[in-house]
């Protein structure tokens, strides 16, 4: 299972971005899989930002991102995104997607790893 994650760029405080992150692999299964977005600024440990179930049906946020990013998924392409709206210049990090069987939203749940895409949000 390999994901690719896209979409990342330099935007203004303010600005919006939608990551991207193409999911490949004959053993993946997309409803099987939850899928989770992270990031991780430098001298920072990762962090968890939005989740999806497999089925789509239930999106989780962590606090300071509710309200301004959405997490979708399309499991007939294999693709998950994440639409950031208001981004501010703190959220300047590296975003990765990554892929769960289990439940928890723990960076160490994660059964695969993207390797990242760079936000940079200038003030």
């Known amino acids: 299972v390999q994901l690719q994650a896209s979409g990342g760029g330099l935007v203004q405080a303010g600005g919006s971005l939608r990551l991207s992150c193409a999911v490949s692999g004959r053993t993946f299964t997309p409803s099987r899989y939850n899928m989770g977005w992270f990031r991780q600024a430098p001298g920072k440990e990762r962090e968890f930002v939005a989740g999806?179930?497999?089925?789509?049906?239930?999106?989780y946020y962590t606090h300071s991102v509710k309200g301004r990013f959405t997490i979708s998924r399309d499991n007939a392409k294999n693709t998950v995104y994440l639409q950031m709206n208001s981004l501010k210049p703190e959220e300047t990090a590296v975003y990765y997607c990554a892929a769960t069987s289990g439940d928890g939203w723990s960076h160490k749940s994660m059964d695969y790893w993207g390797k990242g895409t760079q936000v940079t949000v200038s003030s």
């Open positions: 999806i179930r497999g089925s789509a049906d239930d999106t």
